[in-house]
């Protein structure tokens, strides 16, 4: 599975920004996908994830209720709605692949496949 990122960009405080993650592969739709951040600095933060199905997701207390992930298997592309942005979720976003179809795996090890990031930038 490889993974192209997009939808970064630098935006203000309060506002609203999909990314995207598209996939190529035979496989996309049996696996579970996911999104980490990481911001200068810190280390790789888990931010959502969906089953390859789309009908259970899993999202870190951070940005529940703010973000948004979904999929479409037609499209082999996961997206990640972000509204209401903080300058604190300002990182580089990278969306993740998990072979194995888990769900609830906050850590950055189990992932097989990753995107190549995308920059989000939030101005307060």
């Known amino acids: 599975v490889q993974l192209q990122a997009s939808g970064g960009g630098l935006v203000q405080a309060g506002t609203s920004l999909r990314l995207s993650c598209a996939a190529s592969?035979?496989?996309?739709?049996?696996?579970?996908m996911a999104w980490f951040r990481q911001a200068p600095g810190k280390e790789r933060e888990f931010i959502a994830a969906i089953n390859w199905s789309g009908r259970s997701t899993y999202y870190a207390d951070s940005v529940k209720g703010r973000f948004t992930i979904s999929r479409d298997n037609v499209k082999n592309t996961v997206y990640l709605q972000m509204n209401s942005l903080k300058p604190e979720d300002t990182a580089v976003y990278y969306c993740?692949?998990?072979?194995?179809?888990?769900?609830?795996?906050?850590?950055?090890?189990?992932?097989?496949?990753w995107g190549q990031g995308t920059q989000v930038t939030v101005s307060s």
């Open positions: 993740a692949a998990d072979l194995l179809g888990r769900l609830g795996l906050s850590s950055p090890s189990p992932y097989d496949y």
């Open positions: 592969g035979r496989t996309f739709s049996s696996v579970t």
